[in-house]
């Protein structure tokens, strides 16, 4: 059988009709694609009455419970003066809680569809609707691969995964804290890491939030990069913020939504919810949590500057009760995603949500079951900014090198997933069966012929191949395979040309900041 | 963080007024069913106008192509009085064509959910509607561990993973024929593959198909072990019957069939598509043929006995159109899989779909993605009987060990997946952020210990610990993990209790059939 295929497939690709193919695996390049534009319907769990309820709850927790803002009296008074309820709970602290409705009215002038520019036009990014944008995990302090095991993080690392990103089809977004680069002090390693982006990916990719001036460096990089006018008239970076759950914004991080916002740009506004220890252990009420911590702090970019663009997030994670340690890929939070995913649409705004999550410590078989059903939930739901989708491992404390070209592959395989299930005549393949009749193969048909290239995934990892083959290749796992595979990449890696004079006033723009600062460990 | 989740928990565990919980981890005791009874609506791909086009075009295929039966005139019989347009095509060899909507109709007496008993009353399982039964991997001719690597079954193999199987909360059936035991005569095999399963499980199990009288043995011997009333008047055992894609059905198969469904015990009508080999490429046309072909396969135990249980089944596969290799666990099935749940809500039947699909040769990190992606779609599906949940690897060529215990794992997962999202005032838990209000853990609330026992899976196999944890217990990988643990398994192990006297009967059983044919080894 598997003869007969190949000859018959090389017997016509040899009388030229088709287009030809790469011999390379993995290729699939009807897919390709600077960010998915998805085909299938998301996977809607609930019906309206569980909705209205979690949405019901999060309107309480809002007008009983209210948030807890510390640190920033400025956005403590617009949410005043846009008639939130404030009482001061401590110096420098206040809690405001909001009447039902007044948050979703604040929120109505948010984009529910924005465009992310990339440097590179042909890589700009669509966020929201039926778009849906990869990019690597964020935020680990260490990185580990199979030769040197786990160490912190340095901005090698981090370049070389700005690297290993772009060199993958199946991602669409640079990210942005991949890893820390901990080498490099504190207070300037936003510079090297947003240089990073720029200068290895062509992609668009995400700035600094740890304090509001490296924010505001990071967005005057983009002027430097992208010009002053276009980054004034469009999206060119954003933040990921986090809340600090249960219900408080603290000031770090309202002025850094604040300093994005009044700059047009986009931001992130996640909440990092443990059931049990930060939010209640049930989905339903961890949903409605999210909901509520999300909803403010996206309207504070509306309070800012009408119309400046934020996403929703959820991160939802269990924990091992026994241990107190978090858990992740679990089912509880998946299905807690695909409620996201519909109360976000519900309130018609763009969605981060879940990511390729692991608590293993090996590239291993536990990392890609609990990574699989996490990403599935990711794309099920309907979630359109997938931060974390490759390289995610031990709890998000370490970034993998292998783990990432596994993750990529599968983003891969997901592009695949979400270009849908086409029905019509020529699918449908009747006259494809028709042709040779019962019991005869299909292999040479016309249907089979027309089809073959693009029909199926093909992935450019994993081993298909049969058992004796791949033994006399080596018999190797597919951590091993992915050992190879980084290395290769990173040796092939060529940089996106960049003008030398931009690149020129970027490296001055960084000099000039780091000689006006002294460096900071902690 | 950990430390006052663990010490609190314990204080309040210590004041007594909390049950007790093992400590061993995977116990998740409040998931232990005899079968899932489903609590999330299936995952619905195409509208209604798809789902119609797809029905015409199987419909096309049985009126305009027809099906193929060979070497069973009293099959051809049935159907011809039945109304089928029958054409002699060779020697034994007859292409039957159905008018549409006439299959359709002659399924109208198939029962759209049934029981099959247990020898355990306790663990007698439902097939059809919202009940989920897992059932391990079926027909691998090797297996393989990590000690010994990929070798040719035997018996002792067999036994062992029905004890495997039988040591696991997270399955519901014993399987058929869940490796070759090759160390006993063909002939012979399938007398001591049922003895097993009624030995050394107290599930549900499937009996022999390769040849009628194997069917028959194996119904004798459950008449042996239920009493003959019992079986005339319920389903006791199951075939598992393939279709010879592209649309034939051989006379060993259409034999067994009517062994089956004459006994009025249960059959499961799978056509094997690998995609551009035996069915179009294109999943709408691979489901369209799956449908046909299993629809008339289940519509000939209706022309035997109204109402006998017959299971509608799918197997789609892609195909690497490079070598010929079938590949496994990769999108385009998975949203195929999706589609045939459709497909048999609509017909009303009883649905087998997907499984733990794997082309990896080793229980790594391919493995369980490509497991995960299949088997999500299997219970999004809503299909009904999962075959193949457990130990597939290398492309249904081996039943790995460990991989076993993965996917035993893995579908524990999938049982908290399928328990829901509840939502109700006590799951969406105000009143628990409220407890301490913003900025304060929920570790101590009353929500959070009213719920940790329940909140979340428990896996028994993944390692959630902290790296150092992990690091200082020797740091092994989940195929580590997974050899010691079917070791240990099995070293454990004690058979259900049998009847002495029933056990001898079936023995004596075996003894008399196997003195009356000569060994056969092909």
Same mark, same amino acid.
């Given at each position: 059988?598997?003869?007969?295929?190949?000859?018959?497939?090389?017997?016509?690709?040899?009388?030229?009709?088709?287009?030809?193919?790469?011999?390379?695996?993995?290729?699939?390049?009807?897919?390709?694609?600077?960010?998915?534009?998805?085909?299938?319907?998301?996977?809607?769990?609930?019906?309206?009455?569980?909705?209205?309820?979690?949405?019901?709850?999060?309107?309480?927790?809002?007008?009983?419970?209210?948030?807890?803002?510390?640190?920033?009296?400025?956005?403590?008074?617009?949410?005043?003066?846009?008639?939130?309820?404030?009482?001061?709970?401590?110096?420098?602290?206040?809690?405001?809680?909001?009447?039902?409705?007044?948050?979703?009215?604040?929120?109505?002038?948010?984009?529910?569809?924005?465009?992310?520019?990339?440097?590179?036009?042909?890589?700009?990014?669509?966020?929201?609707?039926?778009?849906?944008?990869?990019?690597?995990?964020?935020?680990?302090?260490?990185?580990?691969?199979?030769?040197?095991?786990?160490?912190?993080?340095?901005?090698?690392?981090?370049?070389?995964?700005?690297?290993?990103?772009?060199?993958?089809?199946?991602?669409?977004?640079?990210?942005?804290?991949?890893?820390?680069?901990?080498?490099?002090?504190?207070?300037?390693?936003?510079?090297?890491?947003?240089?990073?982006?720029?200068?290895?990916?062509?992609?668009?990719?995400?700035?600094?939030?740890?304090?509001?001036?490296?924010?505001?460096?990071?967005?005057?990089?983009?002027?430097?990069?992208?010009?002053?006018?276009?980054?004034?008239?469009?999206?060119?970076?954003?933040?990921?913020?986090?809340?600090?759950?249960?219900?408080?914004?603290?000031?770090?991080?309202?002025?850094?939504?604040?300093?994005?916002?009044?700059?047009?740009?986009?931001?992130?506004?996640?909440?990092?919810?443990?059931?049990?220890?930060?939010?209640?252990?049930?989905?339903?009420?961890?949903?409605?949590?999210?909901?509520?911590?999300?909803?403010?702090?996206?309207?504070?970019?509306?309070?800012?500057?009408?119309?400046?663009?934020?996403? =929703?997030?959820?991160?939802?994670?269990?924990?091992?009760?026994?241990?107190?340690?978090?858990?992740?890929?679990?089912?509880?939070?998946?299905?807690?995603?695909?409620?996201?995913?519909?109360?976000?649409?519900?309130?018609?705004?763009?969605?981060?949500?879940?990511?390729?999550?692991?608590?293993?410590?090996?590239?291993?078989?536990?990392?890609?079951?609990?990574?699989?059903?996490?990403?599935?939930?990711?794309?099920?739901?309907?979630?359109?900014?997938?931060?974390?989708?490759?390289?995610?491992?031990?709890? =998000?404390?370490?970034?993998?090198?292998?783990?990432?070209?596994?993750?990529?592959?599968?983003?891969?395989?997901?592009?695949?997933?979400?270009?849908?299930?086409?029905?019509?005549?020529?699918?449908?393949?009747?006259?494809?069966?028709?042709?040779?009749?019962?019991?005869?193969?299909?292999?040479?048909?016309?249907?089979?012929?027309?089809?073959?290239?693009?029909?199926?995934?093909?992935?450019?990892?994993?081993?298909?191949?049969?058992?004796?083959?791949?033994?006399?290749?080596?018999?190797?796992?597919?951590?091993?395979?992915?050992?190879?595979?980084?290395?290769?990449?990173?040796?092939?890696?060529?940089?996106?040309?960049?003008?030398?004079?931009?690149?020129?006033?970027?490296?001055?723009?960084?000099?000039?900041?780091?000689?006006?600062?002294?460096?900071?460990?902690?």
């Amino acid at each position: 059988m598997q003869l007969e295929t190949q000859e018959k497939v090389r017997r016509r690709r040899r009388s030229g009709s088709k287009p030809q193919r790469s011999s390379a695996p993995g290729q699939n390049p009807h897919l390709y694609v600077p960010y998915i534009t998805r085909k299938i319907p998301p996977y809607d769990l609930l019906g309206d009455e569980g909705l209205s309820q979690i949405e019901a709850a999060c309107d309480r927790i809002l007008s009983d419970i209210g948030m807890e803002f510390r640190d920033d009296p400025e956005a403590v008074d617009l949410f005043r003066k846009a008639g939130a309820d404030v009482t001061p709970v401590a110096q420098n602290a206040w809690n405001l809680r909001f009447e039902p409705g007044m948050v979703r009215d604040l929120l109505k002038t948010a984009p529910a569809r924005f465009t992310q520019l990339a440097r590179n036009p042909e890589k700009s990014v669509e966020i929201g609707g039926d778009a849906t944008v990869f990019a690597p995990s964020y935020g680990s302090p260490f990185v580990m691969d199979l030769d040197q095991g786990r160490r912190y993080g340095t901005i090698q690392d981090f370049e070389n995964f700005v690297k290993l990103a772009q060199s993958s089809p199946w991602l669409h977004h640079s990210g942005g804290t991949i890893c820390e680069p901990t080498d490099i002090p504190v207070n300037k390693r936003h510079l090297d890491m947003v240089y990073a982006h720029m200068r290895y990916s062509d992609r668009p990719f995400l700035g600094s939030i740890t304090a509001p001036e490296r924010a505001a460096d990071s967005i005057e990089m983009c002027r430097v990069l992208f010009g002053e006018s276009v980054v004034d008239q469009n999206c060119v970076i954003m933040g990921n913020f986090n809340t600090t759950s249960p219900l408080v914004l603290d000031g770090v991080t309202t002025k850094g939504i604040r300093e994005y916002a009044a700059a047009g740009q986009g931001s992130i506004h996640l909440p990092f919810l443990l059931g049990g220890a930060v939010s209640p252990l049930t989905m339903a009420g961890a949903c409605a949590q999210s909901l509520a911590e999300s909803m403010v702090s996206c309207a504070l970019t509306q309070l800012v500057r009408p119309g400046a663009p934020a996403i =929703l997030a959820a991160f939802l994670s269990s924990m091992s009760l026994r241990s107190g340690s978090p858990t992740f890929g679990t089912p509880e939070p998946a299905l807690g995603s695909l409620v996201m995913g519909q109360l976000a649409r519900r309130l018609d705004m763009p969605l981060r949500c879940a990511g390729s999550f692991s608590t293993s410590k090996l590239p291993d078989a536990q990392a890609m079951q609990q990574s699989m059903m996490s990403m599935m939930s990711a794309i099920q739901s309907g979630g359109h900014y997938i931060l974390h989708s490759a390289g995610f491992l031990d709890g =998000l404390l370490s970034m993998s090198y292998e783990k990432f070209v596994m993750d990529t592959d599968m983003c891969g395989a997901l592009h695949a997933y979400l270009n849908g299930f086409e029905v019509n005549q020529d699918s449908l393949g009747v006259e494809a069966l028709a042709q040779n009749g019962p019991g005869e193969h299909l292999f040479g048909t016309d249907h089979t012929l027309r089809h073959y290239e693009t029909a199926y995934w093909d992935s450019g990892l994993n081993d298909d191949q049969p058992f004796e083959t791949w033994d006399e290749q080596g018999g190797i796992d597919a951590a091993s395979r992915s050992n190879q595979r980084w290395k290769a990449t990173l040796q092939t890696y060529e940089a996106p040309p960049l003008d030398i004079a931009t690149d020129e006033a970027l490296k001055d723009f960084m000099a000039r900041k780091k000689a006006s600062m002294t460096d900071m460990w902690y």
